[in-house]
Nanobody, 115 residues
Framework: VQLVESGGGLVQPGGSLRLSCAAS????????MRWYRQAPGKERELVAA????????TYADSVKGRFTISRDNSKNTVYLQMNSLKPEDTAVYYC?????????WGQGTQVTVSS
């Protein structure tokens, strides 16, 4: 099982990034997918989630209207489009796959928002 995040980097406030998470080794289309983030000295927090079919999404209040989660089950990939980025969005972003008791995590990708 692998979840590999990509797309992180350094961006100025107000800028955009698109994170990707490529999955392998399990039936991706059956799993609910989530993006979490963890900033230095803070607990890991749920940013966005999408159901297995892609028709239902939820967001943390702090990112509503700015971030969009999506998935392409034909490519076994989930995305996080991040717009209007703020310095407080700086964190390591993790991809998570969940189905019943099965719970898989990626290694994370760093997002830094700074001028």
């Amino acid at each position: 099982v692998q979840l590999v995040e990509s797309g992180g980097g350094l961006v100025q406030p107000g800028g955009s990034l698109r994170l990707s998470c490529a999955a392998s080794g399990f039936t991706f289309s059956s799993y609910r997918m989530r993006w979490y983030r963890q900033a230095p000295g803070k607990e890991r927090e749920l940013v966005a989630a999408i159901n297995s079919g892609g028709g239902s999404t939820t967001y943390a209040d702090s990112v509503k209207g700015r971030f969009t989660i999506s998935r392409d089950n034909s490519k076994n990939t989930v995305y996080l489009q991040m717009n209007s980025l703020k310095p407080e969005d700086t964190a390591v972003y993790y991809c998570n796959a969940v189905l019943s008791s099965r719970d898989y995590w990626g290694q994370g990708t760093q997002v830094t928002v700074s001028s």
